[in-house]
Nanobody, 122 residues
């Protein structure tokens, strides 16, 4: 069973940066495409970005394109999401998820982490 744990969230001022990490255990993360999502209070979950198992392909939602960067280090069994130029509307719980199979981009995710809170406020 693949287990995912997010970390790196916190309280940041607008314009600041954070790097979120998604660490895997139980299985090799390199077999999975990984997606990052977020959910703000009272809002639906939003897909932000995904990265293929090799790291060779990435996708971004328009809302974060140019500000967020996804990357992975399969040797460390980890995926990252760099958040730059943070805005108050980026406040949410951020989740990573892993997708089995080879379809790109993934259309469903099979394993989810518990999330990490990001709060952007002055």
């Amino acid at each position: 069973q693949l287990q995912l744990v997010e970390s790196g969230g916190g309280l940041m001022q607008p314009g600041g940066s954070l790097r979120l990490s998604c660490a895997a255990s139980g299985r090799t993360l390199g077999y999975y495409a990984i997606g990052w999502f977020r959910q703000a209070p009272g809002k639906e979950r939003e897909g932000l970005s995904c990265i293929s198992s090799s790291g060779g392909s990435t996708n971004y939602a328009d809302s974060v394109k140019g500000r967020f960067t996804i990357s992975r280090d399969n040797a460390k069994n980890s995926v990252y999401l760099q958040l730059n130029n943070l805005k108050p509307e980026d406040t949410a719980v951020y989740y990573c998820a892993a997708a089995r199979g080879t379809r790109w981009p993934p259309y469903k995710y099979d394993y989810w982490g518990q999330g990490t809170q990001v709060t952007v406020s002055s």
